[in-house]
């Protein structure tokens, strides 16, 4: 059994020719999963509208409060 499929060996000028013809050949291929991955970032998208900014400032924070939790827990498991 090939390993490829029956295709032309890996490496050869037949196999880039043909990878050629097929990134050619699809066009539309990566334009589509690029307009759906757009469709993240549209007014179309479902849920909540938050800005960039806003997930920078609530991950900062979050990050923040972890670190103080284990400030106090080394504060408070000291004094034990």
Known sequence: MVANGGGPPRGSAAAAASLRRRRTAGGGGAAGGAST?????????????????????????????????????KFYRGSN
Do not use: R
């Open 37 to 73: 991955m757009l469709q993240f970032y549209t007014d179309e998208a479902a849920g909540h509208k938050i800005s960039p900014n806003t997930v920078l400032i609530m991950s900062i924070g979050f990050i923040a409060v972890v670190g103080l939790l284990h400030v106090f827990g």
